[in-house]
């Protein structure tokens, strides 16, 4: 999925002022919020568990993957239903969450290709570098853009 997703950092959020931006109970909370979402959505995406995807995912999301193509929200779950969806699938590392304000949150990470992992691969770890901006509605949290790149 990763190669899909990525976080557009459509930053467009510099009118907003970063009002729980500090160490406070709110905003901890908030990261450990956004970190479960990630990996829930990861969860969801390598099982193919759309409706969860579905509801992870804001209705406008857009993502732009490691080659450069624009996936939208239907085009995920389409290649999700269909299987045709090449997601690869990833183990979560180290994750930086940043709240802008108490609704709009970017998280930056590590995810490493778990198909190069393990004594079974023959091949060096791959690295993916990606971002992710998530708004908290009146659902939750929903991830609105994500982009993702190679580490070389």
Avoid: F
């Amino acid at each position: 999925m990763r190669s899909l997703i990525g976080a557009a950092a459509l930053l467009a959020c510099t009118c907003v002022e970063p009002a729980l931006a500090g160490t406070s109970d709110a905003a901890s909370n908030a990261a450990d919020s956004i970190k479960q979402e990630e990996q829930a959505w990861e969860d969801a995406v390598q099982s193919g568990d759309v409706d969860t995807a579905s509801k992870i995912e804001a209705d406008d999301w857009r993502a732009i993957g490691t080659n450069g193509k624009v996936w939208t929200k239907q085009e995920d779950l389409d290649g999700l239903k269909s299987g045709k969806a090449q997601h690869i699938p990833l183990q979560l590392g180290p994750r930086d969450v940043k709240m802008l304000s108490e609704n709009i949150v970017v998280i930056q990470g590590i995810a490493t290709d778990r198909r190069t992992m393990g004594a079974d691969n023959a091949g060096p770890a791959v690295n993916y570098a990606y971002m992710d901006v998530w708004v908290k509605d009146a659902d939750g949290w929903r991830v609105v853009r994500s982009q993702t790149t190679k580490v070389k």
